[in-house]
């Protein structure tokens, strides 16, 4: 399986950018899909997941109300709509697929769920 995320770049505070993820083989439709962020010492931190079938969403609390998570599994594709932006939502957005076949928060929020990784596309909110 191979993930290829987009979307980033630079972008003022306040503004808003689409982060896609493209799944290239296998059953998208079945896996929990989630984004990750990270910055340079810190550690990968969970930002958003979905549900297989993107019934269920959950959200960090650091972006609950400015990000929106949403798969098309005819697409093989995993989005994420970042609103509001601000500085310190610079990072490198990872998206990676949860094979879990229950919802179970405490795992969803854990990178170490997640079996397959993009490479990231890096975001970055001026001030």
């Known amino acids: 399986v191979q993930l290829q995320a987009s979307g980033g770049g630079l972008v003022q505070a306040g503004g808003s950018l689409r982060l896609s993820c493209v799944w290239s083989e296998g059953d998208f439709r079945h896996y929990i899909m989630g984004w990750f962020r990270q910055t340079p010492g810190k550690e990968r931190e969970f930002v958003a997941a979905t549900s297989s079938g993107g019934v269920s969403e959950l959200y960090s609390n650091f972006v609950k109300g400015r990000f929106t998570i949403s798969r098309d599994n005819a697409q093989n594709t995993l989005y994420l709509q970042m609103k509001s932006l601000k500085p310190e939502d610079t990072a490198v957005y990872l998206c990676?697929?949860?094979?879990?076949?229950?919802?179970?928060?405490?795992?969803?929020?854990?990178?170490?769920?997640?079996?397959?990784w993009g490479q990231g596309t890096l975001v970055t909110v001026s001030s």
């Open positions: 990676a697929a949860n094979p879990d076949q229950q919802w179970f928060e405490g795992r969803i929020t854990s990178e170490y769920s997640y079996m397959s």
